[in-house]
Every structure is written in C-alpha cells, then in structure tokens.
C-alpha cells in the first residue's frame, strides 16, 4: 500500500472559474418560506430548481433560451432575494509534495505541532470534513479515522477519491501518528468526515461546496477543509454560517 508522501499546504488563488451553463443560485431571505421561494422562481419562468440542504439557498435551471443577465435580473428585482450568483466550477488550490522523505515533514516542526501534541493531538469527537475529490478510506494511515461522508458530486455515498488531491488534504489533517508507518497528520486523533466534491480533474462546483458544507454541519463535523478558492461566493459564505 503507498505511502502518504509528506506535504506543505501552499495557497495558490486560481481565477481560472467558469459558469456551469444554465444555472443559478438564488438566496432568499430569512422571512421567506419554502413554498414562497419556489413560487418566486416559478414565476420567473424557471424549468426547476433544487433546494440546498436546509439553507435558503436554491439552485435554479434557467430556461433554454433566457437570456443569462435578465434571468439572474428578474431574481435581483425581487424584495424576497438576498443574493443572485452563477453557479461556477472552481479548479482546488493545489496541493504540492514538499519531500518523499517522511523524516522531512519539516512543515511540522515549523508550525510547532510536536509542542502542541504535548497538550492535545485532537479528539475522536472532533469530526473534520474535507470537501475534495474523495478520501482513499482503506489506506493505512488514514483507515481508523473515517466516518461516514457523502458523495455531492454523484448524489450517492460512494466517497472513494477519484483524483488523489482528498487523500493528501486527509493525511495532512488527521494520518495517524506513532503507528511506525507513513507519515503523521496535525491533529491524528481527530476523525475524517469525506465529502466529495470534485470531478476527476478535481473542479468543484459552488453548489456543490454548499451542499458538502451544510450537510457535514448537520452530521456533526466541527472542522471543515476546502482547497478552493471560494471568497465571492455569498452561497458558500451562507453555508459555512451552519458551522
């Protein structure tokens, strides 16, 4: 079985992000109840819509032949809508191996994590979730930290990693340490909640992130990762608010 190679989270801003084509996410205010909302959005002429999770957020299908602008428009004329974003698939802030050598987890030592492991190396009631491409759950680092998660991507609960880019962030987080093999995560006695996101190319979609958020909330995690650069999305803003 491969190791977890040791890794340095880097922060890379990517602005390569592009509309997914016929959709739209509306954001109603906190008076507005469900069957107003979908009122509204049938009365614009929409050809369906989603709710995401429990946020008062949903995700419209434009008709075929709208016009992007005015359909978006019609939504931001209305008294009962707080926000109007388009859905958007966001390429994930890459994550870069800093040395195959696993005595060179000098990123450790630099965050002065084996001081902080003297009070705590986490909890196994702390729940982290990582809205990525998947977690490899039977790798031998990572294995006795799983829970369950959920697939956003497919709509199932298959949360396998289809790219690689969810098991790194995993091992970075919470691999278990002392246990004499791969490497040694921050926090190695918290738990890993997967929640797949991303595609095979690991692009994610704002709707997506939302969902994974809002979901991972209500089913107990405290810590939530995302390896995407998501700051002017109100959507992803309003989910992170379920934390």
Not at 96 to 115: E, K
Not at 128 to 140: E, P
Not at 174 to 186: D, E, F, L, P, W
């Amino acid at each position: 079985m491969r190791k977890l190679t040791p890794l340095f989270l880097i922060a890379v801003a990517l602005t390569a992000q592009t509309p997914v084509p016929g959709k739209l996410l509306v954001g109603f205010r906190s008076s507005i109840n469900d069957s107003q909302a979908s009122a509204i959005i049938q009365s614009n002429g929409a050809r369906g819509s989603k709710k995401l999770g429990n946020l008062a957020v949903h995700l419209v299908d434009s008709p075929p032949t709208a016009n992007a602008n005015a359909f978006a428009n019609a939504f931001r004329n209305r008294p009962e809508v707080e926000f109007v974003e388009p859905d958007m698939y966001i390429p994930p802030v890459q994550i870069t191996p800093n040395d195959p050598s696993d005595s060179q987890q000098w990123h450790l030592p630099r965050i002065q994590a084996p001081t902080a492991w003297q009070t705590t190396k986490g909890s196994t009631a702390i729940r982290v979730a990582i809205l990525d491409t998947g977690v490899d759950a039977s790798h031998s680092d990572l294995s006795s930290r799983m829970v369950p998660g959920y697939n956003f991507f497919d709509n199932n609960t298959n949360t396998t990693d289809v790219q690689g880019h969810g098991t790194k962030v995993a091992g970075t987080a919470s691999a278990t340490g002392n246990n004499g093999i791969g490497v040694t995560g921050v926090a190695w006695d918290t738990l890993i909640m997967p929640i797949r996101v991303g595609d095979f190319n690991g692009r994610a979609t704002y709707s997506a992130l939302a969902s994974g958020l809002n979901w991972s909330a209500n089913n107990g995690a405290r810590v939530a990762n995302m390896s995407y650069d998501v700051t002017g999305s109100a959507t992803v803003a309003s989910a992170a608010q379920c934390f």
